[in-house]
């Protein structure tokens, strides 16, 4: 079915993009408080949430409605510290 390949792709994408961010972290490639690490994590976490859609997990679910607030968080310090070193 054409579904079920799309959202798996959707679930592997994602998947691939919060497993890279903690890898690039690993490595020191990105920084716990960059952009990149945040945008990875939040996008990853997005699109595992829309593939849970399809095939619904309820621990799987929650766990990345954590993820995302995570990322926001980390976004939300990341650009305060930018207007902060701006000002």
């Known amino acids: 079915n054409v579904i079920d390949i799309l959202f ?3 679930g592997m994408t994602g998947t691939a993009l919060v497993v890279g ?3 690039m972290l690993q490595l020191g490639k990105a920084e ?3 952009i990149v690490y945040n945008l990875m994590n939040l996008s990853g976490a997005i699109l595992l949430l829309i593939s849970l859609c399809y095939n619904f997990n309820l621990a799987s679910f929650v766990i990345e409605l954590f993820w995302i607030a995570a990322s926001l968080i980390g976004l939300y310090k990341y650009f305060k510290g930018k207007r902060i070193q701006a000002a």
């Open 32 to 34: 716990p408080t960059g």
């Open 8 to 10: 798996d792709v959707i």
């Open 21 to 23: 961010a903690f890898f």
